[in-house]
Nanobody, 121 residues
C-alpha cells in the first residue's frame, strides 16, 4: 500500500528553485517526524533534511542555507523548498516519515516512491 507520496520534482537550470512536497495518501494519516533523502545516479542515498515531531530541523552541510523544510498544514504535507539549485543537487528525492492517526503513531519508517530533480548548468 502506497502511504506516502512525493511531488514537485522537475528540471531546472542552476540557480533555479523547486518546491517538493511529501504528503500521506490517505487513512487520515499525518506526518510526525520525517526526513528528505536523495540519491544521485550511481551514488548512495543520503539524508538531506529532517524535521522532528517537535519541529526541530536539520540540514546537510551541502544544502544548508539553500534548502528549507516547511510544514504545509493546508496540504497535510511537509515541503522542501530548494533555492539556488546546483548540478550536484540532481537526483531522486524521497521522503521517509513516521505517520500518526490522531495522537497515535501507527506506521514508522515509511518511504515514498520518489520524485526526480534534474539541475542543468
Amino acid at each position: 500500500q502506497v502511504l506516502l507520496v512525493e511531488s514537485g520534482g522537475g528540471s531546472v537550470q542552476t540557480g533555479g528553485s523547486l518546491r517538493l512536497s511529501c504528503a500521506p495518501s490517505g487513512n487520515n494519516f499525518r506526518i510526525d517526524a520525517m526526513g528528505w533523502h536523495r540519491q544521485a545516479p550511481g551514488k548512495q542515498r543520503e539524508l538531506v533534511a529532517g524535521i522532528s515531531s517537535s519541529g526541530s530541523t536539520m540540514y546537510a552541510d551541502s544544502v544548508k542555507g539553500r534548502f528549507t523544510l516547511v510544514r504545509d498544514s493546508a496540504k497535510n504535507a511537509v515541503d522542501l523548498v530548494m533555492n539556488s539549485l546546483e548540478v550536484e543537487d540532481t537526483g531522486d528525492y524521497y521522503c521517509n516519515a513516521d505517520l500518526k492517526q490522531g495522537s497515535t503513531l501507527v506506521r514508522g519508517n515509511v518511504w515514498g516512491q520518489g520524485t526526480r530533480v534534474t539541475v542543468s548548468s
